[in-house]
Structures are given as C-alpha cells and as structure tokens.
C-alpha cells in the first residue's frame, strides 16, 4: 500500500488512528488510518457496504467507535456531534433535503441556529439571525450568492447539491466530509461540481469526498483511500488506485462501477441509462441501513 500522507506545506485538519467500529461480532471499520490536508480533495471509495458511511458516522460522532480521531491535532472522538461542528468540522447526508418552502439563504441560516434553552428564549424575546456575512461568504464560496432568495424548486439539481455543501460550509467550518453529492447528477452537472469543489478546496477548506461518480474521484481528489469490508485496502494517487490490481479486483472492475460509466455513456451519447444503472446513484449500502 502507497504511503499516503498530505504535501509537507499543507496543514493536517483530519487524523484517524486506528479508528474501529463495531456492531456486536460484526466489525463495519477496522484500524483506519486518513489523513486529510486543508485545501486538499481526499477520496473515499469502495463497494456498497464497505463501510464509508459508517466512517464518516464515527468521525462526526453519530457512531461509537474506538480509535482516535483528530481536529488540527486536537482529539475529537469523546466529544458529541454538535462539540466536534464547533471545532470546524461539518458533514452532509446522502438523504440531504433541503427545506422546500424555505429560500437558499434561509436553509443556511437554519444550519447556524444555535440550540439550548438560552437560545430558545434569546430566539422568543428578540427573534435570531446569523451573525451579519455568515451565509453569504458560504454561498460566494459555491458561487450560488445569486440565488440565494430563490427556493430550492427554482434550482437545477447540481445547483440543489451545492446549496447541500454550502449548509455544511456555513459557519467557520475548515473541513467537510461530503457523502455521495454528486448522487443523480448527469455528467455535465458533475463536471460542473467537479469544478466548485475545487474552487471550495482552493479556500483552504479540507474535503472528504465519497462517491460513485469515477470520473468525478479520479478528476478532483488529489489522494484516495479504497475500503473494502471495513478496511483499507490500498492508499495513493488517483493513477496509482486505478493501477491497483487489488482494487481494480475489489471495485474498479465491479458491476456497480461499470454500470456507473454506462450510465455516464448514455448521458453523454442523450439515451436513458438502463435499469441496472440507474440503480447505482444511491450507495444502498451506505445508507443508515448500510451492511455493516
């Protein structure tokens, strides 16, 4: 396996050791070692049910876990979900709906209400807003500051998922872990959020990217790292993961990667993907019902 570590003149944000998870006998995530840089892309990818989400679960505190789990080299992996969001760190979710009868701009502000009984009264006796240029650096960050008093209806699908990774970037967060955003989105649309994610990475924000989207990985991350049953299987550049004979074996080669650039093909070429593929836009496994 390739020695994955971020360039030398990055700053470290996300460090896992040894970071386990498991469910009775049924171990979802063993001994995984990630490292992620700000402004770097890092991949994550494997199989349905190879454990990605369950990583991400534990790294944001939805999961119990053991091993460590660090923030700018402070340890994170005893703190709740809501004290691991104030350190900088945010995630979004396959199944990430936006509020429908709420402007862009206000499903923002949603993301940044803070929660308690003094934020409950402060919210009764004088109504809350976000503090003045919070939402709107998010949206200039994903380019979407000219929509933001439209509703999510008024969107295109690729501008629906960057008003996603826009909820999640609101606020001082310097590291996002995405979970299959590029989910149902054609292949122009890809390449154009291919493209604001770069423009993200390029503020200095650290991305955990998971996706099925090949073209997508293999475009914008600068490292990956391959899960297959839980544990990583190979580690390096997006020519070394694709050059891997383990990986190829393991997921590259898989009917849901093939059945991914199919459906990829038929977008390009204007014919409606087969069944097979049109199965493939939501990791099934990966969902809160993943195989563990």
């Known amino acids: 396996m390739t020695d994955t570590t971020i360039s030398a003149d990055a700053e470290l944000l996300l460090q896992t050791r040894g970071l386990s998870v498991h469910y009775g006998?049924?171990?979802?995530?063993?001994d995984i070692d990630i490292t992620v840089g700000a402004g770097e892309i890092v991949g994550?990818?494997?199989?349905?049910?190879?454990?990605?989400?369950?990583?991400?679960?534990a790294v944001t505190g939805f999961a119990k876990s053991s091993g460590e789990v660090l923030v700018s080299g402070q340890r994170i992996d005893r703190a709740s979900p809501h004290r691991r969001r104030r350190v900088g760190m945010a995630r979004?979710?396959?199944?990430?709906?936006?509020?429908?009868?709420?402007?862009?701009?206000?499903?923002?502000?949603?993301?940044?209400?803070?929660v308690g009984l003094r934020a409950l009264?402060?919210?009764?006796?004088?109504?809350?807003?976000?503090?003045?240029?919070v939402v709107e650096k998010a949206l200039d960050v994903v380019g979407l500051t000219d929509v933001a008093?439209?509703?999510?209806?008024e969107l295109t699908l690729g501008q629906q998922k960057l008003v996603g990774v826009a909820r999640?970037?609101?606020?001082?967060?310097?590291?996002?872990?995405?979970?299959?955003?590029?989910?149902?989105?054609?292949?122009?649309?890809?390449?154009?959020?291919?493209?604001?994610?770069?423009?993200?990475?390029?503020?200095?924000?650290?991305?955990?990217?998971?996706?099925?989207?090949?073209?997508?990985?293999?475009?914008?991350c600068?490292?990956?790292?391959?899960?297959?049953?839980g544990r990583v299987i190979a580690s390096g550049t997006p020519t070394e993961i694709q050059d891997d004979p383990a990986v190829v074996a393991a997921y590259l080669g898989s009917a849901e990667v093939e059945a991914d650039t199919h459906a990829e093909s038929a977008?390009?070429?204007?014919?409606?993907?087969?069944?097979?593929?049109?199965?493939?836009?939501?990791?099934?496994?990966?969902?809160g019902g993943e195989s563990r």
């Open 121 to 133: 009264v402060t919210d009764v006796l004088n109504g809350s807003r976000p503090a003045a240029g």
């Open 44 to 57: 994550l990818i494997g199989p349905n049910g190879a454990g990605k989400t369950t990583f991400v679960d």
């Open 222 to 229: 600068d490292r990956l790292y391959v899960l297959d049953f």
């Open 168 to 220: 999640a970037l609101v606020g001082d967060t310097r590291l996002v872990l995405l979970d299959e955003p590029a989910a149902g989105l054609d292949t122009h649309e890809s390449l154009a959020f291919g493209d604001e994610l770069r423009r993200i990475a390029a503020t200095g924000v650290g991305i955990l990217l998971i996706d099925h989207d090949m073209s997508l990985v293999l475009d914008v």
């Open 92 to 114: 979004t979710w396959q199944a990430g709906e936006l509020f429908a009868d709420l402007t862009v701009e206000q499903n923002l502000a949603v993301a940044v209400q803070r």
């Open 25 to 30: 006998g049924v171990t979802a995530n063993a």
């Open 267 to 287: 977008n390009e070429a204007g014919t409606p993907p087969t069944t097979e593929s049109s199965t493939t836009g939501t990791d099934a496994g990966d969902t």
């Open 149 to 153: 008093d439209r509703r999510p209806d």
